[in-house]
């Protein structure tokens, strides 16, 4: 069985450590972690790697965030992978910093990678794991907050963020998303 793993965000040093490259770091550590490494493919950075069995396919759109879709879509149809195998890793400004949630399905929330993936994927009928980054943003700063870097004290907290991420997905893999939200939806 294979899976579509994709971690949005945008491409470009100047995005590179900021809230909204959240899903790029959880799968740049995915991959790491199951000895695999990044390929430049069609429309995205993209590794294979196998976890208890399982194929997968990971992915990091080149598209830029708000074109995301045109990537997963491409992604699903070359590999032939259906919905329900697809899982979307997407920063969250409604959760506080660090709360993970799975989700099988839901609308975009206002977030522009997910309104790109359902435009042009026809639907919300994939799982997604969304990171809170928190909302820690004066009335009109929502886009400077989301592109800019995670601070100190943050950064501190990450990388046991991502490592429980990356368990999250593995386990989506192995038991499903029903059973690791669970899990894992505390």
Not at 4 to 27: C, K, P, W
Not at 60 to 74: E, F, I, R
Request: hydrophobic share 40%.
């Amino acid at each position: 069985m294979k899976f579509l793993i994709v971690g949005l965000g945008n491409i470009g040093a100047e995005y590179v450590g900021t809230r909204h490259n959240i899903g790029f770091d959880i799968a740049d550590e995915l991959v790491a972690g199951l000895e695999g490494s990044f390929e430049h493919g069609r429309l995205a950075y993209h590794a294979e790697v196998s976890h208890k069995g399982k194929k997968l396919h990971v992915i990091k759109p080149t598209t830029y965030m708000n074109l995301s879709g045109k990537a997963v879509n491409y992604w699903m149809k070359e590999l032939k992978i259906a919905p329900e195998n697809v899982l979307v890793l997407v920063d969250d400004l409604a959760l506080p910093l660090g709360k993970l949630r799975m989700k099988l399905q839901g609308s975009s929330a206002g977030h522009n990678g997910l309104k790109s993936i359902e435009e042009v994927c026809g639907g919300q009928n994939y799982a997604r794991l969304r990171f809170g980054i928190g909302d820690d943003f004066p009335k009109g700063r929502q886009a400077e907050f989301v592109l800019g870097a995670f601070d100190k004290n943050e950064k501190k907290e990450l990388p046991v963020l991502i490592n429980r991420a990356v368990s999250m997905i593995k386990s989506f893999a192995t038991i499903g998303a029903a059973q690791t939200m669970t899990l894992f939806n505390k």
